[in-house]
């Protein structure tokens, strides 16, 4: 039996690092499977889609340019409707991908005939060695799940996902989130709701997102998903990213409270404390920055 996969790749300026993700793509053990590369080019300045083209790969090509940045939700629905195969397999330009990763999601569809979104894991390299060390943690996001073991919806990224075509006739992504966050968070509690128990962690396969941003740099991302996506999820997925709900609640001056606790948390990272639970305070109160920054 052949599957039939396509490779859904969205990138902004990525020369650089599509000089590593395409030679991975040429090593892919592709053993009964059709695949095809689709990739979006989200308005770059840097002949990214020039080097796709030119690019010989074994397989078939798809590519398509915005003529200016619309953000990855936006790139990631031109992908799906750009796309052929009965699979989608979601990357992202500054990513690796291991030679049997495809053998190990179609081991994981012959095995979960009825499942039809597959979850593998990140492997993230970043010059911030304390931040690689936290996002590689055993027990954050596909790491703490077993080889085909159900998942919470906050679970699933777009980064490494195989999902069934089928899926996206019935959800759509929101094209409301424009830029950065929580497009997939949107997208996967929707398939909760209408699918239940369809999601399976599939941490053998795997990628490796490489020149991840540093702690500082992350934290400007959240600022911009808080101040333009975060307002439009639902309430049950605001408390979701926010664990303490009470800090959505519009009070007054609540945002220079939230500035003082943020700015408190990276003096105490700077300081060297640098646990698990105090970096996830600082994304949290980045966030929150930028929420009350654009409701302000």
């Given amino acids: ?20 993700l395409l030679p991975s793509l040429g090593s892919l053990n592709t053993q009964n499977i059709n695949l095809e590369i689709v990739y979006i080019d989200d308005g770059s300045k840097d002949n990214s889609i020039d080097f796709f083209k030119s690019y010989s790969l074994k397989h078939k090509k798809i590519c398509y340019q915005f003529s200016k940045n619309k ?21 992202q330009s500054n990513m690796i991908l291991d ?34 060390k936290y996002l590689n943690s055993k027990d954050r996001g596909i790491n703490a799940y077993k080889e085909y073991q159900g998942i919470h919806f906050s679970h699933l990224l777009f980064g490494n996902c195989l999902i069934h075509s089928s899926i996206f006739k019935k959800i759509k992504l929101n094209l409301k989130l424009s830029l950065y966050g929580g497009e997939e968070l949107d997208f996967a509690f ?13 941490p053998k396969s795997i990628v490796t997102r490489i020149q ?15 101040e333009y996506n975060f307002h ?65």
């Fill in 1 to 20: 039996m052949k599957f039939n996969v396509s490779i859904i790749i969205i990138g902004y300026n990525s020369l650089n690092t599509l000089k590593q």
């Fill in 190 to 202: 929707r398939v909760a709701r209408h699918f239940p128990n369809i999601m399976i962690a599939c």
């Fill in 99 to 132: 030679s049997q990763m495809l053998q190990h999601y179609i081991k994981g569809i012959t095995l979960n005939a009825k499942k039809l979104i597959f979850a593998g894991s990140i492997r993230y390299e970043s010059l911030d060695k304390t931040l690689q």
């Fill in 212 to 226: 991840y941003p540093n702690l500082y740099q992350h934290c400007k991302r959240l600022e911009e998903y808080g």
């Fill in 232 to 296: 439009i999820l639902s309430p049950i997925l605001q408390k979701e990213v926010i664990k303490y709900h009470n800090l959505i609640a519009n009070i007054p001056g609540i945002y220079y409270l939230v500035l003082i606790f943020y700015k408190l948390c990276l003096t105490i990272y700077k300081a060297g404390l640098r646990s698990g639970i105090i970096m996830k305070l600082v994304f949290g109160f980045a966030i929150l920055k930028g929420y009350y920054k654009g409701i302000k």
């Fill in 71 to 91: 953000g990855r939700v936006h790139a990631t629905a031109m992908g799906i409707e750009q796309a052929n195969g009965d699979w989608y397999l979601f990357v």
